[in-house]
């Protein structure tokens, strides 16, 4: 177990910067936003897989950034450090902080999408960079845990069982309330030290 006070998070200045910073590059060329990012990280913090650095930024960008080298040092680094905020939340056996609100009803009617729907989208684009390695050790565990990760990221609306959740609010929350309890159990089902 850590020590939460040890967590190595970004303090509100970095926070706000990376932030913007994505935020930036994704109305450029449509890279990964803020919670894309954090989603993909947590999906390869919590999986069977591991990327290099330069694997996850082709992810994150796509394309060619526009970023000079000072910010593309910047932002690779508050990347990094992001990584291991994560690490350590899953590392802490404490219920993990998806950095959102748990639910895909969005207020403002200019949004496009709820923030918890792109960090999903993120997590599963985590998860379909080797979709077979998650699955094979336990593959209706691993169903049950990250279906309300595929439902919240709308990448699989067509498909009818969701679009049954769509229409009843109140179990589109508790879908994604379930989130987090999930995160814990995957990590431990493939970090757990075996006794």
């Not at 932030?19 to 930036?24: C, S, V």
């Not at 802490?92 to 923030?115: A, I, K, R, W």
């Not at 309300?148 to 229409?167: K, N, Q, R, T, V």
Request: charged letters at 30%.
């Amino acid at each position: 177990m850590s020590d939460l006070l040890s967590i190595p998070a970004l303090d509100e200045d970095e926070l706000e910067l990376l932030g913007q910073m994505l935020e930036d590059e994704f109305e450029r060329q449509e890279s990964f936003d803020f919670f894309e990012a954090h989603g993909l990280l947590t999906a390869l913090k919590t999986g069977p897989i591991e990327l290099d650095w330069a694997q996850i930024y082709d992810i994150i960008f796509p394309e060619k950034t526009s970023f000079n080298d000072k910010q593309l040092d910047q932002v690779q680094r508050l990347l990094r450090k992001l990584s291991y905020e994560i690490q350590a939340w899953l590392d802490s056996g404490q219920d993990f902080p998806v950095p959102c609100d748990l639910t895909l009803q969005v207020e403002d009617d200019d949004e496009e999408g709820s923030p918890l729907e792109a960090w999903a989208a993120g997590f599963m684009a985590g998860v379909l960079q080797d979709e077979e390695a998650w699955y094979a050790k336990d593959e209706e565990k691993m169903a049950e845990w990250i279906f309300p990760i595929m439902y919240a990221s709308g990448l699989f609306s067509d498909e009818p069982e969701m679009a049954e959740i769509d229409e009843d609010d109140a179990l589109s929350d508790q879908m994604c309330v379930n989130i987090p309890p999930a995160i814990i159990e995957m990590f431990l089902h493939f970090h757990a030290a075996k006794g």
